[in-house]
């Protein structure tokens, strides 16, 4: 089997894309992890709620085979 031998002059280069895709992976991995800074705020009272009991009513409805339509009847 004969393999073929290089030419002088030519040059055999790197492969950029790999070293580009680690480079913008580390970018955002810092774009992201700087946001992420605790900042402090303003300490705000807010008012407490209070509830009411609300009363839940049943609806009804009906609808006839003529099509007529019956609220609470």
């Known amino acids: 089997m004969k393999f073929s031998q290089r030419k002088s002059g030519s040059r055999s280069g790197i492969d950029m894309a790999p070293i580009?895709?680690?480079?913008?992976?580390?970018l955002i991995f810092f774009a992201l992890t700087l946001n992420?800074?605790?900042?402090?705020?303003?300490?705000?009272?807010?008012?407490?709620?209070?509830?009411e009991i609300v009363e839940i009513?049943?609806?009804?409805?009906?609808?006839?085979?003529?099509?007529?339509?019956?609220?609470?009847?």
């Open 20 to 26: 580009v895709d680690v480079i913008f992976n580390l």
């Open 36 to 51: 992420f800074a605790i900042s402090s705020g303003i300490k705000v009272n807010l008012p407490k709620a209070t509830g």
């Open 57 to 73: 009513k049943d609806v009804n409805i009906h609808i006839a085979k003529d099509g007529k339509v019956y609220f609470n009847d």
